[in-house]
């Protein structure tokens, strides 16, 4: 038994076929069969179930498939520790980041992080805080940049900065022409993001809760994107809302130049409202030169000094 039979055995159990499971792998499909069978033959137990349309797993199959995603998890973590030995600054770095924050984030930082760190490679993962989370513990990610607390022990967290969240109303709103604008005065109107979203919280908390429907964690909210009857996955689609006249949000200030020209008004908070980014890995991960170097150029790269407006 090696690890490429291991490989050719989760491949196939992805694919369900022979000949995509091949493919995937980059051998010939009859390469990829007789490993199999030789696996078959060491372990002296059939692991699947062939037909001449699909390939299924045997019930001891998917228990060997575990213990192969296992081994193969393990070996990829040796691997990795060799790697960093030789130099922490080279080679991939598996990083998720929610989708509040990577489309405005990321254009700040890939390219000083290339051109500061040409050997290292940002293999990026866009997801929701527990998808992160998750891809942290399970080992799919190295590291996620994250506007949450984890409140997971396995898990450690570099604070890089505070975001300040800014109210995003139509131009024809009672309070566009304000300097600031008072949070809690748009309780009745707030639109935010769909379930999963930390930003919702984050927004409905600014706003001091609401007094329709109930919603993310138990708190009531107004309206997630008017009133149930569409739901907004996007910071785009919500300021799209908002600029049609149907609510007021908060958006986080990274966003704020990237979505302005949608012909919204963007104005500061009368109460500093802020979220915190931090930086989350394991604490065992073997390359935290890495992590160093993307904590660096993001402290580098952002900076809110200038006007939202």
């Given at each position: 038994?090696?690890?490429?039979?291991l490989?050719?055995?989760?491949?196939?159990?992805?694919?369900?076929?022979?000949?995509?499971?091949?493919?995937?792998?980059?051998?010939?499909?009859?390469?990829?069969?007789?490993?199999?069978?030789?696996?078959?033959?060491?372990?002296?137990?059939?692991?699947?179930?062939?037909t001449?349309?699909?390939?299924?797993?045997?019930?001891?199959?998917?228990?060997?498939?575990?213990?192969?995603?296992?081994?193969?998890?393990?070996?990829?973590?040796?691997?990795?520790?060799?790697?960093?030995?030789?130099?922490?600054?080279i080679?991939?770095?598996r990083?998720?980041?929610?989708?509040?924050?990577?489309?405005?984030?990321?254009?700040?930082?890939?390219?000083?992080?290339?051109?500061?760190?040409?050997?290292m490679?940002?293999?990026?993962?866009?997801?929701?805080?527990?998808?992160?989370?998750?891809?942290?513990?399970?080992h799919?990610?190295?590291?996620?940049?994250?506007?949450?607390?984890?409140?997971?022990?396995?898990?450690?967290?570099?604070?890089?900065?505070?975001?300040?969240?800014?109210?995003?109303?139509?131009?024809?709103?009672?309070?566009?022409?304000?300097?600031?604008?008072?949070?809690?005065?748009?309780?009745?109107?707030?639109l935010?993001?769909?379930?999963?979203?930390?930003?919702?919280?984050?927004?409905?908390?600014?706003?001091?809760?609401?007094?329709?429907?109930?919603?993310?964690?138990?708190?009531?909210?107004?309206?997630t994107?008017?009133?149930?009857?569409?739901?907004?996955?996007?910071?785009?689609?919500?300021?799209?809302?908002?600029?049609?006249?149907?609510?007021?949000?908060?958006?986080?200030a990274?966003?704020?130049?990237?979505?302005?020209?949608?012909?919204?008004?963007?104005?500061?908070?009368t109460?500093?409202?802020?979220?915190t980014?931090?930086?989350?890995?394991?604490?065992?991960?073997?390359?935290p030169?890495?992590?160093r170097?993307?904590?660096?150029?993001?402290?580098?790269?952002?900076?809110?000094?200038?006007?939202?407006?």
């Open positions: 038994m090696n690890l490429q039979e490989r050719y055995l989760v491949a196939i159990a992805e694919h369900r076929h022979f000949g995509r499971a091949a493919e995937a792998c980059n051998v010939s499909q009859p390469t990829l069969s007789s490993q199999i069978r030789k696996l078959e033959d060491e372990l002296g137990v059939t692991l699947l179930e062939r001449n349309k699909r390939v299924d797993m045997t019930p001891v199959g998917r228990q060997i498939l575990s213990h192969a995603k296992q081994a193969l998890s393990h070996a990829g973590q040796m691997e990795a520790v060799a790697r960093a030995s030789r130099d922490p600054l080679g991939p770095l990083l998720g980041v929610i989708p509040t924050l990577a489309p405005y984030l990321m254009p700040l930082i890939l390219k000083p992080l290339k051109q500061g760190y040409p050997g490679t940002i293999e990026l993962w866009e997801d929701q805080t527990r998808s992160l989370i998750e891809g942290l513990r399970n799919r990610l190295d590291a996620a940049l994250l506007a949450t607390e984890t409140d997971a022990p396995e898990i450690t967290e570099i604070v890089l900065f505070e975001e300040p969240l800014l109210a995003a109303l139509p131009p024809n709103h009672r309070l566009a022409e304000a300097k600031t604008a008072d949070p809690e005065a748009l309780n009745e109107e707030l935010v993001l769909s379930d999963g979203h930390c930003l919702a919280n984050q927004a409905l908390a600014a706003c001091g809760g609401a007094k329709q429907g109930l919603g993310h964690g138990g708190h009531s909210h107004p309206r994107a008017l009133q149930g009857s569409m739901q907004a996955a996007t910071l785009e689609t919500l300021v799209n809302l908002v600029a049609a006249g149907y609510g007021a949000t908060l958006i986080p990274l966003a704020a130049e990237s979505l302005s020209h949608r012909g919204i008004a963007l104005l500061p908070l109460h500093a409202t802020s979220r980014i931090r930086l989350a890995s394991r604490p065992g991960f073997p390359r030169q890495a992590l170097a993307i904590e660096k150029v993001i402290r580098k790269a952002v900076s809110f000094s200038r006007s939202p407006n």
